[in-house]
């Protein structure tokens, strides 16, 4: 039976796929939880204009996030901490930290898209990891120094 993805389905394929099953899967499983239509010539026709427009969609929103990724690769971060004898800092420097710099410098973004390997615990330069979708990352370079 020839079926119009509505949403994706994992191991089967992605909004807007025609795709063959067998009768029972599409009757029993995906059109009653509304993630398949059957594929009839109206409905081929309107997820087609579907697929086309989400395309266009995304395609603007990928755009977008270059163009972020570009304007933070381009962002420097200076952070002031508090050091005691032989320049060892007090506490550690996490994604939280650089979250709040990031935020007032003006860029949105979510803690859990700044990536660290642990806490700086150390003065000097350091390059952050920030992933702005699945595919798109930026390099922000972070100066710890004393304060």
């Known amino acids: 039976m020839e079926i119009i993805l509505l949403s994706d389905v994992e191991n089967l394929g992605q909004s807007g796929d025609i795709i063959n099953v067998k009768p029972g899967f599409a009757r029993n499983k ?17 997820a087609k204009e579907k697929k086309k ?23 420097e971060l200076t952070i002031e901490v508090k050091v005691g004898e032989e320049e060892k800092m007090f ?16 860029f949105e ?21 920030v992933k702005i979708a699945k595919d798109i990352t930026s390099d922000v370079k972070l100066y710890v120094i004393k304060g």
């Open 30 to 46: 995906l059109i009653p939880q509304g993630l398949a239509l059957r594929a009839s010539s109206r409905n081929v026709a309107i």
């Open 53 to 75: 427009t989400a395309g266009i969609k995304l395609e603007r929103e990928n755009q977008a996030l270059e163009l972020l990724a570009k304007k933070l690769s381009n962002v």
């Open 91 to 106: 506490g550690s420097i996490t994604n939280k930290d650089i979250h709040n710099e990031l935020i007032e410098k003006g």
């Open 109 to 129: 973004l979510d803690k859990n898209q700044i990536f660290i390997k642990e806490p700086i615990k150390a003065l000097g330069i350091f390059h952050v990891n």
